[in-house]
């Protein structure tokens, strides 16, 4: 089971991506105190964990109700971390908070902890873990990413100042690109998967 819990934290880690939404978290955080910014930091990575643990168990019976396949699943996933992606690279989105009109008080919730860290791509990516491990090596992969989740979040303003602009700018494009190319492979997974199963 060890090696479940590795693989499905290194795969949901890379989706849920908190690096990226670090940067985001500082935007959004930039006229709040220390105090409000770590409180702002626990609430989202625990409503990411709770969010992801509830999909995991409900998520296929769900689908199954409304007649929804995972391959399509997979394909809509991949669609929306390509339009995340393609923001990440034009540093739209999370470079731009206020294109976001969620309040104050719904910040840690929303965008922080959906759909930043509890988005279309993980809760695939949960699914289609569960599909291959234990469930109780993807719900601690689950805990595990959002308990780093949450220690990134409380030390963004740190890692914004070692970064520095340019320094930022470059992990972010990176990640971009890296959300990309798991955003086609989710695609291209969906679509082969589909025609594979002669549905």
């Known amino acids: 089971m060890f090696n479940e819990i590795i693989l499905s934290f290194g795969t949901l880690f890379a989706i849920v991506n908190p690096l990226s939404t670090a940067f985001m978290f500082n935007r959004l955080t930039s006229g709040d105190s220390l105090i409000e910014k770590r409180k702002l930091s626990r609430t989202a990575s625990i409503a990411a964990a709770l969010t992801l643990l509830g999909f995991m168990a409900i998520g296929k019976p769900m689908m199954a109700f409304f007649g929804i396949t995972l391959y399509a699943f997979r394909v809509a996933g991949g669609l929306y971390l390509g339009k995340v992606a393609f923001d990440m690279l034009a540093r739209k989105l999370r470079h731009n908070p206020e294109m976001l009109e969620e309040t104050r008080e719904n910040i840690a919730i929303v965008p922080l902890a959906i759909p930043l860290l509890s988005g279309p791509g993980s809760m695939?990516?949960?699914?289609?873990?569960?599909?291959?491990?234990?469930?109780?090596?993807?719900?601690?992969?689950?805990v595990l990413v959002c308990a780093v989740a949450w220690v990134i979040l409380r030390q963004a303003p740190m890692?914004?100042?070692l970064l520095g602009k340019a320094g930022a700018n470059v992990v972010e494009r990176v990640l971009g690109l890296l959300v990309l190319v798991i955003a086609v492979q989710f695609v291209f997974n969906g679509i082969t998967g589909y025609l594979a199963s002669g549905i």
Request: hydrophobic share 55%; charged share 15%.
């Open 124 to 142: 695939t990516t949960v699914m289609v873990l569960r599909e291959n491990y234990s469930w109780p090596a993807v719900a601690i992969a689950i």
């Open 159 to 161: 890692i914004d100042h």
